[in-house]
């Protein structure tokens, strides 16, 4: 019997070892891994809306438009657009485009790829992204034209998230085919998808911008921040996201490795519940809380100056922000003053946020609800741990007084900064101002540019003034890169796998 | 033996029955997951049409016997989240779970055995207390923090093995360590508390002054008898095992069932919690028939105890 | 799977030839208990700053010891500047009391649910090894999960929670000593004699039964109280402001590397008190009852 007791355990032993599954080939020395912190929900670029999904998809497919390292619009499979009328816009397509598949990219593609979000039992989240455009219209195999319903200036914001599929791939194999199998026109092809370990991708030599530098990329979930530091500092990966500011020294000892730091898209603020009523409802009861929080004070103690003040609802990388806004300044003696004639000397809020889900969110809101009390606001904090129940209780509009948001569209397109988030009845949106309703309609339809940055800017100003949020700010985007490295950070939070050299 | 074998079986059944009661009413307690799947801007009607295509608007036992009829076949359908057969996921992530789980039983069978024979040997001498003491410590410390800092000395200090995920045997190591370091003191105690007994048996004192080096006596004749709890134990062990799976995995961001589980849970993903948990159980309750029959085999008085009751 | 631990091999007896001696084990074990205990009851006294207290300008001190370490506080500060020892102390109770309770909960449902399955046997007792069974399937960790989800972390849920997955651990072992000692002949007598069960239960099984009790309570709640930051750490446990070792450890592990600190003393916390209580439960075992296999 001991034979048998040890022969289970060496047996046990042998299957460890001959199942342990190890990397299909050597890493050469122009392949990279990148760390993030969860895995890919998708690789059908059209079921998702999540930002890290998106970033790995990117390499893969391909979008009509395009923003460059400035974020400025770029031709990418469309080279050129103008509006034909207005509500039409005409479209001309990069001709001699394959797909990884070899099939051809033309303007069935792009018709197909349009009217696949909208299918009825295709559960897309981006039906929300293009929900102006009426249907697209076929000229010739590099024309297309897109007839919206209402005229609608971010039509070329919308063309950067048109992601690409192949037509007849995606019939032949079918939908759940095509997410675990992905083809695209992109930079990179795709290669395996180990679920919750990695997703790999190898250069596709065949695109028109040239053959990329990195040879094959290997996308890698670690969830653990410790781990996932630890990873880059072993080599284990190359470039890892969403570095908290606190975790800067370590790095710092770190020979190999270096950090990259860029200002988000993402800013994050305070939602007053406004149409709550009450206290809440006089606008010189938010201003006081306006006032009674140190932003940039908070900032500097808690995420160590890895933040940039926010004046109104838009970051500087939005088209539209109007940086002579002025913030609000500290000032704990104003605050009183016009609580005092609001009548509110007595008031006491509670303030809701998440754990986790932005940087050192909990601990933000931690030190503003501390920062309230001090100021004769007493503050309660309530901590939502779970993400899903945090998005119900806003979308749903059951949140606490004061709710911590935070937000970034992919579009930066600049109505998609205001609507959602401070029109009146929108999901997002706890907040009711006809004045600013009527603003926020006006700059979404005006064609004319430079008449459309003027609505903007009054509107900005209207919201700065009638403080519907505590003004947080802008995310700094931290990321450590290893040095053998040539990379430096986008501000709308993507990584492309083109933009990385050695 | 027949008898045995079918009256285990039957009770599996009920188990597994019991099981999917649980976990199918627990889940509905949980609210609504409509609302994380659809975008923001989504409508009330978007959210009623997602909740009728997903047959949430049904009454529960209707919705308990649709799901009851279709596990019992392996569809467990589409998981919410990922969009893919449920059950294809969970098979496909399972192997790197109990590749772990092996793993972490193997390492606390191959240290805490021997630990448990050696303080049985040298009972209530100091060595015993150390033996006792270290092997508690890995008991007393909270998985997730000896997993972090396995990661720090091990992968960043000297840089023996990764930090995370599974890329070769070296991979395993630290995983398997902070996973097993749990069971070993209960394994290294049941292994001395067996040794104890067996040594105090006539047939061991007889082999032992007949001059049968020492060393042998005890692995031959004593292990045999000390496996015979450890074989039960093995079992049940395999069920905390997968537990502390959860929280390692996560921690080495190890591709398996726990790291699933957890992500299904907060997202509220029913059809893929349900699969887990059918799976989980299933396997559990299939090793342990498989540790029973083993047992019996071991020592087939036990049937004759049973079937008398 | 069951019935074979708790019958096990025959039982040979042992020769009580252990030398009478105080425990290294007892002593350790009470003493960090009681100490343990004291802090967490007189915390409110002891602790030098409200745990709750934010002071960001002191954030990431480092203990009195070190360099850049404050005297006011010993252990040093987190992230938030809030003092690590008032919050270890303030965080022993909530740990102590979520085991404690969750220990009793446990034990009473597992107690009732054994003694009912062994004093009445027959198809009482099967359903109830079954639904043991169910409990032992799913996983510990996967239930307490969903659980806590659906109804929200929160103290008395977390408790609630512990004590309904972990009563299994009691019911097993108060069934097998049930069933024992049904056989003996004191009880049989008396059944013949025509007491009633339930006078029969409390009177003279279930102070036979104690002493298995005592011991599993002991070490399930050292179980517990690994439990208890387990479920903080993925989030779930008892929330913020209200500290507990958990979530400290939580909160610490990012800074591993770097501020040690704020992880390695509720880290040693919980493992100094589990240790104890486990050489406590090693003790009693194996004073009262060595012939237990658990």
Redesign the interface.
Do not use: C
């Given at each position: 019997m001991r034979r048998g007791f040890r022969s289970i355990v060496s047996l046990l032993a042998l299957s460890v070892v001959l199942a342990a599954a190890g990397p299909a080939r050597a890493a050469g020395e122009r392949d990279i891994t990148i760390a993030q912190g969860i895995d890919a929900e998708f690789l059908d670029v059209q079921m998702t809306n999540n930002i890290v999904t998106l970033i790995i998809n990117g390499s893969i497919y391909d979008t009509l438009l395009t923003r460059d390292k400035q974020l400025q619009i770029t031709p990418r499979l469309a080279t050129a657009y103008k509006l034909v009328s207005e509500k039409v816009w005409e479209v001309k397509l990069r001709s001699g485009v394959k797909f990884h598949n070899g099939e051809p990219f033309d303007a069935n593609a792009v018709k197909f790829s349009f009217e696949r979000i909208y299918r009825q039992d295709f559960k897309s989240p981006q039906k929300g992204w293009f929900s102006t455009i009426d249907r697209v219209e076929v000229v010739d195999p590099t024309t297309v034209r897109f007839h919206t319903k209402v005229p609608d200036p971010a039509m070329p914001a919308r063309m950067t998230l048109m992601y690409q599929l192949a037509p007849k791939y995606v019939a032949q194999v079918g939908d759940v085919q095509a997410n675990l199998k992905p083809v695209g026109t992109g930079p990179f092809k795709f290669v395996e998808w180990s679920k919750n370990e990695r997703i790999v991708v190898e250069a596709n030599d065949e695109h028109w911008t040239g053959k990329p530098a990195v040879r094959r990329a290997t996308w890698r979930p670690i969830p653990e921040l410790g781990a996932r530091i630890a990873a880059l500092q072993t080599g284990q990966a190359d470039l890892i996201v969403n570095v908290p500011p606190d975790q800067l020294p370590t790095l710092a000892a770190t020979k190999t490795v270096r950090v990259e730091k860029i200002p988000s898209c993402r800013i994050i603020y305070f939602g007053i519940a406004q149409i709550k009523g009450g206290a809440l409802a006089d606008r010189r009861v938010r201003q006081a809380i306006n006032h009674a929080v140190d932003v940039q004070g908070i900032l500097d103690a808690v995420l160590l100056g890895n933040g940039k003040r926010i004046n109104s609802s838009m970051p500087p990388n939005v088209w539209g922000y109007d940086p002579s806004i002025p913030f609000y300044d500290y000032n704990p003696q104003k605050a009183k003053e016009l609580l005092a004639a609001a009548g509110q000397t007595n008031l006491t809020l509670t303030l809701q946020a998440p754990n986790g889900r932005w940087a050192m969110d909990k601990d933000i809101a931690q030190a503003i609800a501390g920062q309230l009390t001090e100021n004769g606001i007493k503050t309660n904090v309530k901590i939502i741990g779970e993400w899903g129940s945090y998005v119900r209780s806003v979308l749903d509009h059951k949140t606490e007084d004061i709710f911590m948001n935070g937000w970034c569209l992919p579009s930066l397109e600049p109505d998609h900064w205001v609507t959602p988030n401070l029109h009146t009845g929108e999901p997002v949106s706890q907040y009711s101002n006809p004045e600013v309703d009527k603003l926020i309609v006006a700059a979404r339809a005006e064609m004319n540019v430079e008449k459309r940055k003027q609505l903007y800017a009054q509107l900005l100003r209207l919201i700065r003034d009638d403080a519907p949020w505590i003004f947080g700010y802008q995310q700094m985007d931290i990321y450590g890169v290893n040095t053998r490295l040539k990379w430096t950070p986008r501000g709308d939070e993507s990584i492309r796998l083109t933009e990385i050299g050695f | 033996m027949l008898a045995y074998l079918a009256r285990?079986l039957l009770?599996s059944v009920?188990?597994?029955l019991?099981?999917s009661v649980?976990?199918f009413g627990?889940?509905h307690?949980?609210?609504?997951?409509t609302?994380?799947?659809?975008?923001?801007?989504?409508r009330e009607e978007d959210v009623r049409q997602?909740r009728t295509l997903l047959g949430l608007d049904d009454p529960l036992w209707l919705q308990y016997t649709r799901f009851l009829s279709r596990a019992v076949r392996g569809d467990f359908g589409l998981s919410f989240?990922?969009?893919?057969p449920a059950l294809g996921?969970i098979l496909?992530?399972l192997?790197?779970t109990l590749?772990l789980t092996?793993?972490g039983?193997?390492l606390a069978?191959?240290v805490a055995v021997p630990v448990g024979i050696l303080a049985a040997l040298r009972r209530?001498s100091l060595l015993d207390?150390i033996c006792?003491?270290g092997v508690?410590?890995g008991?007393?410390?909270?998985?997730?923090?000896l997993g972090?800092?396995l990661?720090?000395v091990f992968?960043?200090w000297l840089?023996w093995f990764?930090?995370?995920?599974?890329?070769?045997?070296r991979?395993?190591v630290l995983p398997a360590c902070a996973l097993g370091a749990f069971s070993m003191?209960r394994i290294a105690?049941?292994a001395r508390?067996g040794m104890?007994?067996v040594l105090?048996?006539d047939y061991v004192r007889t082999a032992r002054s007949a001059g049968v080096r020492a060393f042998v006596v005890t692995?031959?004749y004593a292990?045999?008898?000390a496996?015979?709890?450890l074989v039960?134990?093995i079992?049940?062990e395999f069920?905390?095992l997968?537990?502390?799976a959860?929280?390692t995995e996560?921690?080495?961001?190890w591709?398996?069932v726990g790291?699933?589980?957890?992500d299904a849970?907060?997202?509220?993903d029913y059809p893929l919690?349900q699969a887990?948990?059918a799976v989980?159980?299933t396997l559990?309750?299939l090793i342990?028939?498989a540790?029973?029959l083993v047992?019996t085999y071991?020592?087939p008085?036990?049937v004759y105890?049973?079937s008398a009751? | 799977m069951t019935e074979a631990v708790a019958v096990g091999a025959a039982r040979p007896a042992i020769a009580r030839t252990r030398r009478r001696r105080v425990s290294f084990r007892a002593v350790f074990g009470i003493t960090v208990l009681l100490a343990i205990g004291a802090s967490a009851l007189l915390a409110p006294r002891l602790a030098p700053w409200d745990p709750a207290r934010q002071m960001l300008l002191k954030r990431l001190r480092p203990p009195a010891w070190e360099a850049r370490g404050l005297r006011e506080h010993p252990l040093g500060t987190d992230h938030l500047g809030r003092d690590i020892l008032s919050r270890i102390l303030h965080g022993g109770r909530i740990s102590l009391l979520v085991g404690l309770s969750a220990v009793a909960l446990a034990a009473g449902l597992g107690v009732t649910l054994g003694l009912c399955a062994g004093f009445f046997g027959g198809r009482t007792d099967a359903i109830i090894m079954r639904i043991v069974d169910v409990f032992l399937a799913i996983p510990y960790i996967l239930l307490a999960m969903g659980v806590v989800f659906a109804l929200g972390p929160s103290l008395l849920n977390v408790i609630l929670v512990m004590g309904a997955t972990r009563w299994v651990q009691f019911a097993r072992i108060v069934r097998a000593d049930v069933l024992s000692i049904r056989e003996r002949e004191f009880v049989t007598g008396a059944r013949a004699r025509g007491n009633r069960s339930g006078r029969l239960l409390l009177r003279h099984v279930l102070p036979n039964a104690l002493t298995p009790i005592i011991v599993v309570a002991t070490l399930e709640l050292a179980f517990m109280i690994i439990y208890e930051s387990a479920l903080s750490f993925l989030g779930l446990g008892v929330q913020p402001p209200t500290p507990t070792w958990g979530w400290m450890l939580s909160d610490g592990r990012n800074y591993i590397a770097t501020a040690w600190w704020l992880a390695t003393f509720p880290g040693l916390a919980i493992m100094l008190t589990v240790l104890a209580v486990n050489l406590l439960g090693d003790w009693l075992r194996d004073t009262l009852d060595p012939r237990l296999k658990i």
């Open positions: - | 285990r009770q009920f188990v597994l019991g099981v649980i976990v627990l889940l307690l949980t609210g609504d997951p609302r994380l799947l659809l975008p923001l801007e989504a997602l989240k990922h969009q893919v996921l496909s992530t192997p790197a590749q092996l793993a039983l193997s069978l191959v209530n207390a006792s003491v508690l410590m008991q007393a410390m909270p998985v997730y923090w972090l800092l990661i720090l992968a960043v840089g990764p930090a995370a995920g599974r890329d070769g045997l991979s395993f003191a105690r049941l508390s104890l007994e105090a048996q692995y031959k292990l045999k008898n496996a015979i709890p039960t134990v079992g049940l069920g905390i997968l537990g502390g959860v929280i996560t921690i080495f961001a591709p398996g790291r699933l589980a957890v849970i907060f997202s509220r919690v887990i948990v989980l159980a559990f309750v342990n028939l540790v029973d047992y071991l020592d008085r036990i105890v049973r009751r | -």
